[in-house]
C-alpha cells in the first residue's frame, strides 16, 4: 500500500519561493566552523558611537522586538567595513522558543540562549538603510550571542516595556537614556563574514560581525522575551 507522504515545507524552504535572494551564495546565518577561521591579519580597529539621550521605539514586529533609532546619529566603522561610516537603524532580538536554543549563528555547532543583532546601514555610499540593504556593501550587523546568566541591566530597559507591546505593531516610545555600546561584550574579538539578512528577503547586503563573548542575561529576562514571542506568536 502507498504511504501518504506529506511534505509539510514551511519557513526557510518555502522562502525560496517568494524570495530568490534566499538560493544565494552568501546566505546567513551560519555556523562558525573557529577551526577555519583566519586571523583577522592587520585589519583595521572595529570603532563605533552611540547616540545615548534621545528617543527610541520598542516595536513588535511579529517576532521577538525591534528598538528603533528614529534617525538619531551614530558611527561604525573601520574593521571590515573599510572605510565607509556606517549608521545604527535598528536593533533587534532573536530568542529561542525551546530548550533555550534561539540563537541563528551557532559556533562550532553550538547555539546560545538567544542573539542581539544591531543592524547598521552604509551612509557614505547611499542615502537610504532601504537602498543600502539592497547593496552587497549595504549594511553592517553586529551580533550579539546571548547566553543565561546575571541580569543585563541595560537590556532591562527593554524587556521591562515588552508588556506593553504584546501584539504585532505596537510601539512604545521611551527616553530613558540607553547607550547601545553596553549591549557589546567587554572583549571585541569577532568573527566576520559577508552574509545576508536572515529573515525574508534574505538580500545578500549584509556585512556580519559577529562578537566572539556571549553576553549574560538573566533566566527571568530570557522568560519574559518568551512568554510574549515564541515563534513569532505572542502568547
Ligand atoms: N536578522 S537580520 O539582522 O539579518 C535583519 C536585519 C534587518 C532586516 C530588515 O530590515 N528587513 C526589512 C527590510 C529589508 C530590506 F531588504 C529592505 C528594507 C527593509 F525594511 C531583516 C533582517
Ligand atoms: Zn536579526
Not at 540563537?103 to 542573539?115: C, L, Y
Not at 530597559?157 to 553596553?182: C, W
Request: with cysteine; aromatic share 10%; net charge neutral.
Amino acid at each position: 500500500y502507498l504511504v501518504p507522504v506529506v511534505i509539510l515545507i514551511v519557513g526557510p524552504a518555502t522562502w525560496v519561493e517568494k524570495f530568490p535572494e534566499a538560493r544565494g551564495t552568501r546566505q546567513s546565518p551560519v555556523d562558525i566552523v573557529t577551526s577555519r577561521a583566519s586571523s583577522g591579519g592587520s585589519a583595521p580597529p572595529l570603532v563605533w558611537r552611540y547616540s545615548v539621550n534621545h528617543p527610541r521605539s520598542v516595536v513588535n514586529p511579529g517576532y521577538c522586538w525591534r528598538v528603533d533609532e528614529n534617525g538619531y546619529d551614530s558611527e561604525l566603522r573601520g574593521g571590515p567595513l573599510g572605510s565607509d561610516v556606517y549608521k545604527l537603524q535598528q536593533w533587534h532580538c532573536h530568542w529561542g522558543s525551546v530548550n533555550g536554543e534561539g540563537s541563528e549563528h551557532t559556533v562550532d555547532g553550538r547555539a546560545f540562549s538567544g542573539e542581539l543583532h544591531l543592524v547598521h546601514w552604509n551612509t557614505s555610499k547611499y542615502n537610504s538603510f532601504t537602498e543600502a540593504a539592497g547593496q552587497p556593501d549595504g549594511l553592517a550587523v553586529l551580533g550579539v550571542l546571548l547566553m543565561v546568566g546575571s541580569k543585563h541591566d541595560e537590556l532591562d530597559k527593554v524587556v521591562r516595556l515588552l508588556p506593553y507591546i504584546q501584539h504585532k505593531g505596537d510601539k512604545v516610545t521611551f527616553s530613558e537614556p540607553l547607550n547601545p555600546a553596553n549591549l557589546l561584550p567587554k572583549r571585541i574579538a569577532y568573527w566576520t563574514y559577508p552574509g545576508s539578512l536572515t529573515t525574508p528577503p534574505c538580500t545578500e547586503s549584509v556585512t556580519w560581525i559577529l562578537f566572539k563573548e556571549p553576553v549574560q542575561v538573566s533566566a527571568e529576562q530570557v522568560r519574559l522575551n518568551l512568554c510574549y514571542y515564541v515563534n513569532g506568536k505572542n502568547v
